[in-house]
């Protein structure tokens, strides 16, 4: 009941910024958090960031502190993402998702919905 689409990925140079969105539709009403996840080739879907859906609480994931921001607009019930610094190993499908249960979701089975993915290439 939760449609989520992400947009903004693209082909960047090592050093440059990119900023995906991802705007929510649906049942919203009751979102804890949304979260942005990536996955490269052959890996697993890991974390990138976090924020609470009441008072904007963030979390980061290690690799990405200090060069990524997340950040939410309410009334548009959308989630940014906005990467500086972008480094080649951070090529991967960022996937955009909600979760109705949990505020420090940071699992993929903590979330409930999740967009179809926007392809982030950084080459050196």
């Known amino acids: 009941q939760v449609q989520l689409v992400e947009s903004g990925g693209g082909v960047v140079q090592a050093g440059d910024s990119l900023r995906l969105s991802c705007a929510a539709s649906g049942r919203t009403l009751s979102t804890k958090t949304m979260g942005w996840f990536r996955q490269a080739p052959g890996k697993e879907r890991v974390f990138v960031a976090h924020i609470t859906w009441n008072v904007g609480a963030t979390y980061y994931a290690d690799s990405v502190k200090g060069r990524f921001t997340i950040s939410r607009d309410n009334a548009k019930n959308t989630v940014y993402l906005q990467m500086n610094s972008l480094k080649p190993e951070d090529t991967a499908v960022y996937y955009c998702?909600?979760?109705?249960?949990?505020?420090?979701?940071?699992?993929?089975?903590?979330?409930?919905?999740w967009g179809q993915g926007t392809q982030v290439t950084v080459s050196s």
């Open positions: 998702a909600l979760s109705k249960t949990i505020y420090a979701a940071t699992r993929p089975t903590d979330f409930d919905s």
